[in-house]
């Protein structure tokens, strides 16, 4: 079974702090996410990487940055937190194979709180 | 501008019935739906994933139908147990060259023991 893993449940961070959220799957998927789920929202993707050192911005990638130095890894950087990034974070991530159509496989979220 | 819409909202059925979700998309050019499930506080689990030369897909007591002309795709889950309550999403891609996913907002669904 894949495996993707937010490194924190819960956060809670101060306005202007920066902020990493990691995520790490372990089926060597090409393809990683990072999205934020707000109600009435719905999921809107922040950034993708399709392989390692390879992003691209989705479709609300202000005041976000990324990292993707290993595989294995995707890092949400944000730079200078303020209150309205407070929501739930998804990390995904979905195997690359030419031809075929392959699922995302979703991590159990971070919930991040900025006072 | 693809969107996809789910409703209703929230549903509640009683234990044993046979029901039906719904999801809606704009432009019938898709590349592939998929069907997950959140439960409260969790990430997505991927339930179902349908090509777009698919007309439907069947995993134990769920089945995923796709009908892009009309941009309709139900989940059908039969024989409903308490442990089905959850919010079921449903993710259009929109084409091979794209890697993004719009996501309806899910409809919440509720099994009554």
């Known amino acids: 079974d894949v495996k993707v893993t937010q490194s924190s449940r819960y956060l809670v961070k101060r306005t202007g702090e920066k902020v990493f959220l990691e995520c790490v799957q372990d089926?060597?998927?090409?393809?990683m996410f990072w999205y934020r789920q707000d109600p009435g929202l719905g999921l809107r993707l922040i950034y993708f990487?399709?392989?390692?050192?390879?992003?691209e911005k989705g479709d609300i990638p202000e005041g976000y940055s990324v990292s993707r130095e290993k595989k294995e890894r995707f890092s949400l950087i944000l730079e200078s937190a303020s209150t309205n990034q407070t929501s739930m974070y998804l990390c995904?991530?979905?195997?690359?194979?030419?031809?075929?159509?392959?699922?995302?496989?979703f991590g159990d979220g971070t919930r991040l709180s900025i006072l | 501008k693809q969107e996809v819409t789910q409703i209703p909202a929230a549903l509640s059925v009683p234990e044993g019935e046979n029901l039906v979700l719904n999801c809606s998309f704009t432009d019938s050019a898709i590349y592939n739906l998929q069907w997950f499930r959140q439960d409260p506080g969790k990430g997505l689990t991927s339930l179902l994933l349908?090509?777009?030369?698919?007309r439907e897909q069947t995993s134990g007591r769920l089945n995923a139908s796709l009908d892009k002309s009309s941009g309709r795709s139900t989940l059908y889950i039969a024989a409903s147990q308490p442990g089905d309550s959850a919010t079921y999403l449903c993710?259009?891609?929109?084409?091979?060259?794209?890697?993004?996913?719009?996501f309806g907002t899910g409809t919440r669904l509720k099994v009554l023991a």
């Open positions: 089926m060597d998927h090409e393809n």
């Open positions: 990487s399709y392989d390692v050192k390879m992003k």
């Open positions: 349908i090509q777009s030369s698919q």
């Open positions: 993710a259009v891609r929109p084409s091979p060259g794209t890697y993004k996913y719009i």
């Open positions: 995904a991530s979905r195997r690359l194979l030419l031809g075929t159509n392959q699922p995302q496989h």
